[in-house]
Structures are given as structure tokens and as C-alpha cells.
């Protein structure tokens, strides 16, 4: 298994733009998760989904959609870049979360710059 | 989730143990105390979680007090591979979908 994969690795964006960063996992995982982090910080949650046609906001969302029409794939779509939006992003996914049992797997992370 | 209090940065000599403690004085009955730890800006890697039991795995020991208000990871015999940020989080497992709530952590430094 590939695990969680992200594209790109690294983006840099102006400000204005938008771009879809992709997440795709292959263990069959119901749940999946959008974080990003800031420089020097903790993760905190954009949005995540617990399975096909359905998402929900988590912390940060503002400024960023999601879509999740397949099990495998939970994009992130960034519209009208801003400076604020420059960080660290990464997706991660788990099984249904049981009461006890739920190990997050994370992705590798995109590397995003706004200027 | 639970507020989790853990000192800023810790080190260690190589092939010593490390204890990592995690304050969760407000944990709920139903929250776990989950680790991670995010090596050098990769994504976060999971290493154990536990309800009350002291758990262990391949990769550490989680030490839970009776009345669950803080826990330590211990890394029995740490590596420089094991230089890293470790965070301790308190979440309701299935009830919060999974949501995970990460503080700023533990740097652990191993030295040689």
C-alpha cells in the first residue's frame, strides 16, 4: 500500500490565485482529514469527512472547500490565495473511528507559499 | 478535547530512556490520551493511545495515572531517529469523529 499520497509536493502561489491540492489514500479508510501548520506550531483541522458526499468544517475552514466523491480521494481547493494561507498542509485518513481505534495515517505534506 | 499541558523541549542521551510527561488534568471518562510524534517536517506518526491501562507496543510505553490527570510516554531505548516533536492529545475517540486538537508538543532531543 502507498498509504496517504499528497501533489503537489511544493507550490508556490500569487496572491489572487486558486489551486486544488490533491489526497488520495488506498486503505480503504471511511475517514479523512485536511490539517495545516503554521511555522513553530501544532496542526489544526480544516475540514475532514467521514465518508463518500459527506464533509464538515473543522478549526481553520475559512477560505478553503473540499469535495469528496470517492472513498479514496478528498481534495482541498484553495480559492483566492491569500499570504495567510501560506503553510504546511497535510491529509491524513483512518478507519471508522471505533470507540478505541483510530490511528490517523498522514500524508507527506504540500509545502505551500503565497506572495 | 481535553487541554493537554507538556513541557516545551526535553533531552536525552542515546540509548537512555525517555519520559515524556503530558498534563491532561481535565480529561474526560471517555477521552483517550493519544501520541504522536512529526519527525523534521514529515506528517505526524502515530505511536499509542490508552483509556487507563498502562499500554505498550513496539514502539514505547504509555504510563497512565490512576486518576488519569497526566500520563508519560516512555521510549525505552531512544535513538537519534527519535529526535522529534511528540504531542499528547485527550479526545473522545468515535464520538468526535476522529478530530484530533495538536498543541505545539515536546521537542525531544537525543543526543550521542
Known amino acids: 500500500n502507498a498509504g496517504v499520497t499528497q501533489t503537489p509536493k511544493f507550490r508556490i502561489l500569487k496572491i489572487g490565485q486558486s489551486m486544488t491540492l490533491q489526497c488520495t489514500q488506498d486503505?480503504?479508510?471511511?475517514?479523512m482529514y485536511w490539517y495545516r501548520q503554521d511555522p513553530g506550531m501544532g496542526l489544526k483541522l480544516i475540514y475532514y469527512s467521514v465518508g463518500a458526499g459527506i464533509t464538515d468544517k473543522g478549526e481553520v475552514p475559512n477560505g478553503y472547500n473540499v469535495s469528496r466523491s470517492t472513498t479514496e480521494d478528498f481534495p482541498l481547493r484553495l480559492e483566492l490565495a491569500a499570504p495567510s494561507q501560506t503553510s504546511v498542509y497535510f491529509c491524513?485518513?483512518?478507519?471508522?473511528?471505533?470507540?478505541?481505534?483510530?490511528?490517523?495515517?498522514f500524508g507527506p505534506g504540500t509545502r505551500l507559499t503565497v506572495t | 478535547d481535553a487541554k493537554t499541558t507538556q513541557p516545551p523541549s526535553m533531552d536525552c542521551a542515546e540509548g537512555r530512556a525517555a519520559n515524556l510527561p503530558c498534563n491532561h488534568s481535565t480529561i474526560s471518562g471517555n477521552e483517550y490520551v493519544y501520541w504522536y510524534r512529526q519527525i523534521h517536517s514529515q506528517g505526524p506518526q502515530y505511536i499509542i493511545h490508552?483509556?487507563?491501562n498502562n499500554e505498550t507496543n513496539e514502539m514505547a510505553s504509555l504510563i497512565i495515572t490512576e486518576d488519569r490527570k497526566s500520563s508519560t510516554l516512555i521510549l525505552p531505548h531512544a535513538t537519534l531517529r527519535d529526535t522529534a516533536v511528540y504531542y499528547c492529545?485527550?479526545?473522545?475517540?468515535?464520538?468526535?469523529?476522529?478530530?484530533?486538537?495538536f498543541g505545539q508538543g515536546t521537542i525531544l532531543t537525543v543526543h550521542p
Open positions: 490508552g483509556l487507563k
Open positions: 492529545i485527550a479526545n473522545a475517540g468515535g464520538t468526535s469523529y476522529g478530530k484530533l486538537t
Open positions: 491524513a485518513s483512518s478507519p471508522p473511528a471505533r470507540v478505541a481505534d483510530y490511528e490517523q495515517y
Open positions: 486503505m480503504n479508510h471511511n475517514y
